[in-house]
């Protein structure tokens, strides 16, 4: 699957998962929304929980080859909706979404350099560049957003 394939994939999936949870739980009552708990240990306000997302995202990305970026930002979506429509998660949150989506986007070029090399139709080093430069670009945008989030919310990083 071609790279830019992927991302779009990633990036419909993300959305299509959180406008379909956040509009489920905008008509259904209190009592009956959705919360979607991620396969990993997630709260809200907890910045190890943050960590833990944004590496969740980028190592179930590299699962075949790139192909499971769509998969894990699904997962993250529906995990964004559902605990944003109940109040759980406050709206500064969200902007987590796109250091992760860049982390996936990180491990689908990964897995696009291994299938070249496999192929010899390029190198894996001239993809594993680019790679490092997206994880390394949405690593520094994450802690760049934990560090307004703490500034924000007057919470101390641990």
Sequence with gaps: MHINTVAALALFA??????AVWLTNQ???AEQQFIFLPPYHYEADDYWSYLTAFFFATVFS???FGAGAPIAMAIEGAKYASLYSVGVMPAFDLAFAVPTL?????????????????RNKGSLFDYWRTSVLYFNTALLLFF???AIRATVTSVVLP
């Design 144 to 146: 760049i957003l934990l």
């Design 102 to 118: 860049i982390a996936a986007l990180a491990a689908a070029t990964l897995g696009q350099g291994v299938i070249a090399d496999y």
């Design 62 to 64: 590299l699962l075949f």
């Design 14 to 19: 993300f959305t299509a998962a959180f406008f």
């Design 27 to 29: 008509a259904a009552p």
